[in-house]
């Protein structure tokens, strides 16, 4: 097996829904302090369904890529399935990972899960850390 | 001479006359542009825009027209960008967290590894020659630390020791067993201490406050790697450093070698037993005036760290640092040619970036999380 998947080399190649929300209905942020990925989520929601969503990401590859894939794979969709999404579903869309990539696939989890519950708890996160760039 | 005999040859690629060193730099340099060129059409753009081709570069004086790519943009979330190789021929990811808390990652393609791995055994070699003995390692096993990028430099090491050990755990360091793997090791095998050297210092002033002093072996090397600074901004000076070395573990200052490098890069600098740094006969360092860095500035002078790399075929490896020093064309009395470099410091506003400064930053943190712990009634 390739160590990536074709799913990610094209989403990390061209990623989709790159970008922040500024008027965003809801901000949800999660990053891993030891291995520093993060993934800042924006999206607008309408009738409790993602109408339009972006993503930050900064990390490794496989991080990157799959905060592009759950966007596509969450926008239009209610935030109930949203919430059921978890690390097996994403490794699934994401057409497999390496072991050495499997906790990008629960840090996705995470992050969709936290954008449902700020949403629904009227909570907005700050997001990532400062990029001197 | 081509990459691959620099690297089937690191000994004679390093001590090649210096007429010849900047001849064979510019030709491996010129060849590995050229492929950037081609290929990546982010690093093509760039050369557009300063009108400068393969063709262009003929000598030295020509090596700083090529276009770098400031290390900062290792952070960005678009660094696809920057890849030639395509993410499927990447093979291994190394990162470095700073102080700002955001990860920079170098993604290396098959080829890159190969050459860096050959390379870095090969200036061990040359520089070290050790092959057997035991190494006492101040720092994560690449199990607990995979990607970090010093760990891993470190790690190529290991392998031509007899016994070795890591010795930060859950990002924890106790000196008091580092000092037992040196008495079990005595008379066994030559002992060798590698880690950053914050992490060499807690070792010494844990020797310092017990007023332990110890004799290591005639052959004993301490190699470091990671930085002088700790995570608080605070440096610690290499002299008092060496001495507190020969005093409490008896080590002499030549077989104490520092090594500097950054994880973007394929170039490693070690030291030789006169305490100069020599880049690799497969890079050039560029020192560039601060406040344009498009021009190169003289031998001697300190300026901005540019990097110029030709084993890099993932991405260009032609790199403006965030460090500021100097280079030395002087002969070294070791022998070896080229350049020798020296960092000073960082850019004025860059953050504190190494693998050293996070590793010091947990461990420090998991103290202060330790000393504030709530006793337990009946676990205290």
């Not at chain 2, 006969?281 to 110029?308: F, H, K, M, N």
Request: aromatic share 8%; proline share 5%; with cysteine.
């Amino acid at each position: 097996m390739p160590r990536f998947s074709a799913t990610v080399v094209d989403h990390f190649t061209n990623p989709r829904n790159c970008g922040e929300i500024a008027d965003a209905d809801v901000r949800a942020f999660v990053g891993n302090p030891v291995c520093g990925d993060q993934i800042l989520l924006t999206a607008r929601i309408s009738d409790d369904t993602i109408t339009e969503i972006q993503f930050q990401a900064y990390g490794c590859s496989a991080s990157l890529a799959v905060a592009s894939l759950l966007t596509t794979a969450v926008e239009g969709t209610g935030l109930d399935s949203v919430s059921e999404l978890d690390a097996a579903r994403i490794e699934d869309l994401a057409g497999g990972f390496a072991p050495d990539q499997r906790h990008v696939a629960a840090l996705c989890a995470d992050v969709a899960h936290r954008l449902v519950d700020n949403y629904r708890r009227g909570i907005n996160d700050e997001g990532l850390a400062s990029c001197d760039l | 001479m081509d990459v691959a005999r620099m690297l089937g040859a690191p000994g004679e690629a390093m001590r090649l006359p210096q007429d010849q060193w900047a001849t064979s730099v510019t030709d491996v340099l010129t060849h590995t542009f050229a492929v950037h060129f081609e290929q990546n059409a982010f690093f093509r753009a760039q050369c557009d825009a300063t009108d400068v081709t393969p063709e262009q570069i003929r000598s030295r004086a020509d090596l700083p027209r090529i276009p770098l790519l400031p290390v900062s943009m290792f952070k960005r979330p678009d660094a696809h960008l920057l890849m030639t190789a395509s993410l499927s021929d990447v093979e291994l990811e190394i990162r470095s967290t700073g102080t700002g808390g955001v990860p920079s990652v170098a993604r290396r393609d098959t080829d890159t590894v190969t050459r860096v791995v050959t390379a870095i055994s090969g200036a061990y070699r040359d520089f070290f020659t050790i092959s057997k003995g035991a190494g006492l390692f101040l720092c994560p096993s690449t199990a607990e630390s995979p990607e970090m990028g010093m760990v891993k430099v470190f790690n190529l090491l290991n392998g031509v020791f007899d016994d070795h050990v890591y010795l930060v755990r859950d990002y924890a360091f106790d000196p008091q067993e580092a000092m037992s793997y040196l008495d079990k090791w005595d008379g066994e095998m030559t002992r060798h201490i590698i880690g950053p050297p914050f992490l060499v210092n807690r070792l010494l002033r844990y020797l310092e406050l017990e007023e332990i002093e110890t004799k290591l072996d005639p052959e004993s090397l301490v190699i470091t790697l990671g930085g002088w600074k700790r995570y608080t901004g605070e440096s610690i000076s290499r002299s008092e450093f060496d001495a507190k070395l020969q005093r409490y573990l008896g080590i002499a200052p030549e077989r104490i070698r520092d090594m500097y490098g950054m994880i973007e890069s394929n170039m490693l600098a070690v030291e030789c037993e006169h305490h100069r740094k020599h880049v690799p006969p497969w890079c050039y360092v560029s020192i560039r005036d601060v406040t344009d860095a498009s021009v190169e500035l003289a031998p001697g002078q300190t300026g901005g760290i540019a990097i110029l790399d030709a084993l890099n075929t993932a991405y260009p490896g032609f790199l403006l640092s965030d460090d500021i020093g100097e280079v030395d064309e002087s002969g070294c009395p070791c022998g070896r040619t080229g350049q020798t470099v020296s960092f000073r410091r960082r850019r004025q506003g860059a953050e504190l970036g190494c693998c050293a400064v996070s590793i010091e930053r947990f461990i420090e943190s998991q103290e202060i999380v330790a000393e504030c712990a709530v006793p337990v009634p009946g676990q205290e």
